[in-house]
């Protein structure tokens, strides 16, 4: 019998939905095909910008809304955006101005639908080519407007310092990290929990009625949120306490075998 508890699942993208190889296998392609005909929603919750996100949607059939930037930009499927939740101005312009020039760190603006950098380095070169498009060099970022999302990038045996350093300087946000080498900062309260709830909401479903999978630091919130969450085995040890259930990679199909399972489908 179909499982009725649940109306919707909700997919981190990188090393969750994503095989290492930046695809989705065919497997996972049929498991949403079945759940969308099932009449399960089917999202995304993850930190790429809203542009990779609505072309994420696109290859598993999602009808949106979409949770893109930790869910501080919440999207329909046609790339619409229909909810924004910014980090405070003042914190935004001193974050920048303290690690526009800052030695071994990669700074990342994200407004709106915009990707925004001061120059281009190795690092924002190999993250153009993940995302699937290119950021807009600005002189000024007072011209960007408000921001959903820095990002800063830096060696993995340096990022956890410098989550520590931008968190205990700034309370006015949520300092979180998806990589090793990614510290990413968003307004406070908002990450891929509220976005999700945000989005699900619109279509008339409850926290309470998804499953959520994920696999980094970032995805603790909606895993924790949500009726049942599914962690990756790979996933940081943090995540797994949080996790109704646990799978092997993103590489093996393990995921789509288990929403299989759980949705009884054939």
């Known amino acids: 019998m179909p499982n009725d508890q649940f ?3 909700v997919f981190d ?4 939905l994503f095989t290492s190889s930046y695809t989705v296998t065919e497997r996972m392609r049929e498991t949403c095909k079945k759940l969308m005909q099932r009449g399960i929603w089917l999202s995304i919750a993850s930190a790429r ?3 990779s996100v609505r072309k994420i949607g696109e290859m598993i059939g999602s009808r949106g809304p979409l949770c893109s930037l930790n869910g501080s930009v919440v999207l329909n499927a046609d790339g619409e955006i229909v909810s924004r939740f910014s980090i405070e101005n003042a914190t935004a312009r001193n974050l920048i101005n303290q690690f526009a020039e800052a030695p071994g760190v990669s700074l990342c603006v994200y407004a709106g639908d915009g990707w925004f950098v001061s120059k281009i380095d190795r690092r924002i070169e190999i ?3 993940a995302v699937g498009f290119e950021p807009e060099i600005v002189r000024d970022f007072n011209s960007v407007g408000l921001i959903e999302k820095i990002l800063l990038m830096a060696d993995p045996d340096l990022a956890p310092a410098l989550q520590a350093d931008v968190a205990k300087n700034n309370t006015s ?3 979180s990290r998806s990589a090793p080498e990614y510290v990413e900062i968003t307004a406070s309260g908002v990450d891929k929990a509220k ?3 945000h989005a699900a909401r619109s279509v ?3 926290p309470a009625q998804l499953v959520v ?3 980094g630091e970032n995805d603790i919130s909606m895993l924790r949120n949500a009726g049942h969450g599914i962690a990756m085995g790979h996933a940081h040890e943090s995540l797994l306490r949080v996790a109704s259930q646990v799978v092997g990679t993103n590489n093996d199909d393990s995921l789509p075998v288990a929403l299989q399972s759980l949705f009884n489908l054939s």
């Open 7 to 9: 109306k919707g699942v």
């Open 13 to 16: 993208v990188d090393g969750t």
């Open 49 to 51: 910008p809203p542009k």
């Open 127 to 129: 993250e153009g080519g």
């Open 173 to 175: 946000v949520i300092v």
């Open 195 to 197: 976005g999700v709830e």
């Open 204 to 206: 008339g479903i409850t």
């Open 213 to 215: 999978c994920g696999d």
